[in-house]
């Protein structure tokens, strides 16, 4: 059996020798390894496939490392890796201590920055740019970013910047009509307008019904015609937009077209000033199911590579947000709905297809999201943000004077709140609660469960003023009935379990190892009690007096960083009531957490049972307190 190409390739300088017909194999065989291992460990497929050629032409045309090849986002980073000595590593992708999903400075010199949110490329290849000359150095930036994130405002202010500054870089704009869903707003239309110019169209279509009317040789005539409508686009359109801005605008460009992408990389080297290529690629690329569907195979778990199907098709709190949302809905018209370019990811597609007039994706544009909905609030609805945790970060400022100051009615639903996984540091939510507690009127709340998320949501637009739900990515683990039977109410906990040696308290799924704990403690003699907190604000001050001065010993946990976060704040409240508990905080310290399963993160983070159970041994211990006694009065 022939040796494959790619295992020839251990830096980009090993494809300078290829022949065309060795490129476009080469292509094949990256296509297949990156199918094979994200059908296995997930990852981002669509958007992979999609940039094949394009990153083959990069790395023949320019020098990297010397050379700065920037990508925008990183999610389309994996043929830039395979391309870069990590091929043999390849198949620990997003595996905890393998290869990361997204570009790791770390990891090889030919990672420029650590990327993972979108629009900032730009801003990292002026500043690269700027030192450059700064320096009196000689070398090419390039920076690599899809058509959505171009949407995305601070894109636009470094393009601003860029056209005025007139320094020599190149940026590619990777058109393919995606971000992680179909792009939205002005921008789109543009792009879609440069593909596809309506002078063209026309002309196309007179040319089609002139040529079809000759006998026996129209339809020949017509196929040739075909055949240059091509380059009739690029007579007729002009890449307008970027000009004005102070570009040298290239394109657009056949994104598959290894040769031709090599032509004109080389042509933009040999430009002064800015340069931007328009490249058209799709998504999904030579992998049919991604093809059809690349919103779907953006970011995928585990997958059946025959059929397409993914592994597990399990509930996640995302559909049963999803279906609450569309049911509050159908009898509240006042409700709509907005996502920043994640109708699919946040579970808003089937709002937008059952109440399309009332569902706004404003693109990758957070901080216009949360501002919108404001102004939606103020004239009368009751609007849903849904963002990922990680995500929410950019719309700090808005959420703050826009929506919480004026007190306004939005409910922000805050997916993919904790430990990610695989996703890595980029895109673990755990800073939201001390991002957003410490802001007045604003009400934060956690579910334990599926139930418990459906009766936050009916809260929450009981409630006059913002709300924030925030939920875990995946699954929900089955949990005991309560003891209380409280319903629930806004500022008020439960207890799980009760106890009297000493009191854990949790959210949502750091509940798990909190019963768990409760179990293993228990069969050493320990009384334990496990609260769900359920309000991070306002926090059931009533309920944490009555344990910290029964147990007087308190172990807060959660999935979070410790400053700012849960037990930062139940500490405070201790202050304010005047109890004293013996405590420990057990959280994430004072680190990014980096990618893998999420029961290796919780083991490396120290927030699994078995750290419960240390902490407890150690308060009571350092006590000396007999284990399973009642204390003495």
């Not at 700027?130 to 000689?138: C, E, Q, V, Y």
Request: glycine share 10%.
């Amino acid at each position: 059996m022939d040796e494959k190409l790619l295992s020839r390739i251990s830096c980009p300088h090993d494809l300078r020798g290829l022949s065309s017909g060795e490129l476009i194999q080469l292509a094949a065989e990256l296509r297949q390894e990156v199918l094979q291992v994200v059908s296995k460990n997930g990852g981002h497929l669509a958007s992979n496939l999609g940039v094949v050629e394009l990153t083959l032409a990069l790395h023949t045309v320019f020098d990297s490392p010397t050379d700065k090849i920037i990508w925008d986002v990183g999610h389309q980073c994996y043929i830039h890796k395979l391309l870069t000595g990590r091929q043999p590593d390849f198949a620990t992708l997003r595996c905890f201590g393998g290869l990361s999903g997204f570009p790791k400075t770390n990891e090889s010199v030919h990672d420029i920055a650590e990327t993972g949110h979108s629009s900032t490329s730009i801003s990292t290849a002026m500043g690269m740019a700027i030192a450059r000359d700064l320096n009196k150095d000689k070398y090419n930036i390039v920076a690599v970013i899809g058509d959505g994130s171009l949407g995305g405002g601070m894109a636009f202010e470094a393009l601003n910047h860029a056209g005025a500054q007139k320094l020599d870089l190149t940026i590619i704009l990777n058109d393919n009509e995606m971000s992680i869903a179909r792009n939205v707003g002005g921008l789109s239309s543009y792009l879609s307008r440069v593909r596809t110019d309506p002078k063209y169209t026309r002309l196309s279509e007179d040319l089609k019904f002139v040529l079809q009317k000759i006998p026996a040789i129209g339809d020949t005539m017509y196929k040739a015609a075909e055949r240059i409508k091509s380059s009739i686009k690029y007579l007729l359109v002009s890449g307008m937009l970027f000009e004005e801005l102070g570009f040298t605008y290239l394109g657009p460009i056949d994104g598959h077209n290894i040769g031709a992408l090599q032509r004109i990389l080389r042509q933009a080297k040999s430009y002064k000033g800015p340069v931007l290529i328009h490249v058209v690629t799709k998504k999904g690329k030579g992998y049919g199911p991604a093809e059809a569907q690349p919103a779907k195979y953006h970011g995928i778990g585990a997958f059946d590579l025959e059929t397409g199907i993914p592994n597990s098709n399990a509930k996640t709190y995302t559909n049963v947000f999803s279906d609450k949302i569309c049911a509050l809905a159908q009898s509240d018209p006042r409700i709509v709905a907005i996502t920043a370019a994640m109708p699919d990811g946040t579970g808003l597609r089937p709002f937008a297809q059952r109440f399309p007039g009332r569902f706004f994706d404003v693109g990758i544009a957070e901080q216009h999201a949360v501002t919108m909905a404001a102004g939606l609030a103020r004239s009368g609805y009751r609007p849903v943000v849904a963002i990922y945790s990680t995500f929410l970060q950019r719309a700090y400022d808005q959420i703050v004077h826009d929506v919480c100051l004026p007190k306004l009615p939005v409910v922000f639903a805050v997916d993919r709140a904790g430990l990610v996984g695989a996703d890595g540091e980029t895109h673990h939510g755990i800073l939201d609660i001390a991002m957003l507690r410490h802001i007045p009127n604003l009400t934060i709340m956690m579910p334990k469960d599926y139930k418990e998320l459906e009766g936050m949501l009916d809260l929450s637009f009981s409630l006059q003023g913002p709300v924030a739900i925030r939920y875990p990515r995946g699954s929900s683990a089955a949990l005991p009935v309560t003891l209380s039977g409280l319903p629930l109410q806004a500022g008020k906990g439960e207890v799980l379990r009760d106890g009297r040696d000493i009191a854990i308290l949790g959210l949502g799924s750091t509940l798990i190892p909190a019963l768990q704990a409760h179990a293993q403690l228990s069969s050493l003699g320990i009384s334990a009690a496990v609260i769900n907190v359920r309000f991070i604000k306002p926090l059931d001050q009533e309920l944490i007096k009555q344990f910290a001065t029964r147990c007087g010993r308190l172990i807060i946990i959660e999935e979070h960083v410790i400053a700012g976060g849960l037990g930062s704040a139940v500490l405070e409240a201790c202050s304010a009531l005047g109890v004293t508990p013996a405590t420990r905080l057990l959280g994430i310290r004072d680190r990014f957490v980096p990618h893998g399963k999420n029961a290796e993160l919780m083991e490396l983070c120290h927030i699994a049972a078995p750290d419960i159970v240390a902490a407890a041994k150690e308060l009571l211990s350092r006590e000396k307190v007999q284990i399973g006694r009642e204390k003495k009065a």
